[in-house]
């Protein structure tokens, strides 16, 4: 593993790391109406806003681990693409 090859692994790791400490947080207010879902992103052990239909009604929170699983995944793959450009194009080593 070349040094190009270990920036960019660490530097996606780097990335993961962040989208984790500052994840997606979907808010909506119950019933639930698919109108009133908002995505917004916060630290994780920070204060979220309440929903515009807060005043009216209760509302409730959570982890938007569909968008969260789309972003690292996303992450990883580009991640993975940039290592593998990075690769050596010689092994070292002769077949003969």
């Known amino acids: 593993m070349n ?3 270990k920036t960019v692994i660490g530097c996606g790791l780097a990335v993961v790391i962040a989208m984790a400490a500052y994840p997606p947080w979907a808010t909506w ?3 639930v109406d698919v109108r009133d879902l908002q995505v917004q ?3 994780l052990f920070g204060h979220l806003n309440h929903p515009d239909c807060a005043e009216k009604l209760p509302w409730a929170w959570g ?3 569909d968008r969260l699983l789309l972003q690292c995944g996303l992450v990883i793959v580009a991640t993975v693409a940039l290592a593998v ?3 050596s194009k010689h092994t070292g080593q002769g077949l003969g």
Do not use: D, M
Request: hydrophobic share 40%; glycine share 6%; aromatic share 20%.
């Open 3 to 5: 040094t190009k090859q």
């Open 29 to 31: 207010c119950i019933p």
């Open 41 to 43: 992103y916060g630290w």
């Open 63 to 65: 982890l938007a681990t």
């Open 85 to 87: 450009a990075f690769q």
